[in-house]
């Protein structure tokens, strides 16, 4: 298939370009290169001829247009999107203006090339969304692809908001479309703002690792190539219309994820002192969501898709992705903001 993969420089987007790539698909790897791209993450795929990329803004309809006639996918994973919470809550702007006006100018390019192209069945609109939409959760219960939405940070609004108007697209326009859910992801080149990335190298650094609150908040972990796997399943065998809760089925709250991060630290890298002693707690997010679970039945039984890594498996791997790609991490810490507590609602 030639896929056409918006925000394929960005964390998960390129671990699906990467993914897609060696499966043996086509891939046009469309991105605005905003301050969380990076083309490293792609890198390993940029000279190979099934790979080919085209810097645009997806809020850009004429680029998308341009795009769509030039390379004539098979199918679309739409990625691109602004997905920081914490800077949601600073300038929600950029978040109603990606994530909502750019995935309609999508599928608005998506379904004028689809009508103009009469048709084709096999075409999908595959949206790519977050377990946020859902809300939070209190201490049990799990996320199913029926629970009502109930988006409560600004990122989280502008995903529910673009998730409605692609079963909108499907629903009016008969535009074939899949979405996925899917909870935190971690792994290889996660941006520096991030929680798992922020805890490994502030750790390295001798600086505190900031705990929201008092950390108790949940979320469930999944390790990023198992969710470039699982969207290249969903992509290839969902059914029209339908979609998809993916989760790692690791629920941890954020001060056990840290304390295992440091634990692994201490025996990849041990320092004088173990890397928990550097736990500092800081004021909570506003509006900061209790938990999230997934209830990850629907893919496993009808795609037969399960999670590969255990968190632990995955965490090792993490930090010792960090540790052996320092020149990648350091290059994006002069960016605007990173580095910096964002988000505190003032
Ligand atoms: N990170 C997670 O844990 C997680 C979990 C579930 C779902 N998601 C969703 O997965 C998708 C990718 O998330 P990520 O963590 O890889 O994000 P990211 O911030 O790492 O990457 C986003 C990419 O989109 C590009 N982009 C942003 N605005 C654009 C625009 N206007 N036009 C074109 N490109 C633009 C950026 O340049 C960047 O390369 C998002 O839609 C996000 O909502 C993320």
């Keep these: ?16 370009v990467r993914a897609a790539v060696a499966q043996g698909h086509s891939v046009v790897n469309l991105d605005a290169l905003t301050y969380a791209a990076c083309l490293d993450n792609v890198a390993s795929v940029a000279d ?4 080919a990329f085209e810097q645009a803004d997806i809020r850009d309809r004429a ?12 199918t679309v994973m739409h990625l691109a999107a602004e997905s920081h919470v914490d800077r949601s809550i600073d300038g929600p702007g950029d978040f109603i203006e990606t994530n909502i006006t750019g995935t309609y100018q999508m599928l608005e390019a998506a379904r004028a090339y689809w009508e103009g192209a009469d ?9 790519i969304s977050t377990d946020e939409v859902f809300g939070s959760l209190g201490e049990t219960g799990q996320f199913t692809e029926e629970t009502p939405y109930d988006p409560r940070s600004p990122y989280s609004a502008s995903k529910a908001a673009s998730d409605h108007l692609v079963r909108a697209w499907h629903e009016t326009y008969g535009l074939p479309i899949v979405m996925s859910n899917c909870s935190n992801n971690y792994g290889p080149f996660h941006f520096p703002e991030k929680l798992i990335p922020v805890v ?30 699982a969207l290249l399943c ?6 029209n219309g339908r979609s998809y809760n993916i989760g790692g089925e690791n629920e941890r709250s954020n001060l056990e994820l840290v304390t295992t991060l440091c634990a ?24 900061h969501d209790a938990r999230y679970a997934i209830d990850p039945q629907r893919i496993a039984n009808e795609l037969g898709w399960r999670p590969s890594v255990t968190v632990e498996e995955g ?6 992705w960090y540790l052996d790609n320092e020149d990648w991490w350091r290059a994006l810490q002069n960016r605007a903001g990173v580095g910096e507590r964002l988000g505190t609602g003032k």
Excluded: C
């Design 63 to 74: 680029a998308l247009d341009r795009i769509f006639a030039a390379h004539k996918p098979d």
């Design 234 to 239: 969903v992509l290839t065998r969902g059914e």
């Design 315 to 320: 965490l090792e791997k993490t930090v010792q």
């Design 1 to 16: 298939m030639k896929i056409l993969v918006t925000g394929g420089a960005g964390f998960i987007g390129s671990a699906v």
């Design 264 to 287: 692994i630290l201490d025996r990849l890298r041990p320092g004088a002192a173990p890397y928990a002693d550097q736990i500092t707690y800081v004021t909570d997010r506003p509006g």
């Design 119 to 127: 048709k084709p069945e096999a075409f999908r609109f595959h949206h």
């Design 48 to 51: 190979n001829p099934l790979y």
């Design 200 to 229: 490994i190298i502030k750790a390295l650094a001798g600086e505190p690792l900031p705990i929201y609150g008092d950390g108790s908040n949940v979320r469930d972990w999944l390790y990023v190539e198992d969710h470039a796997d």
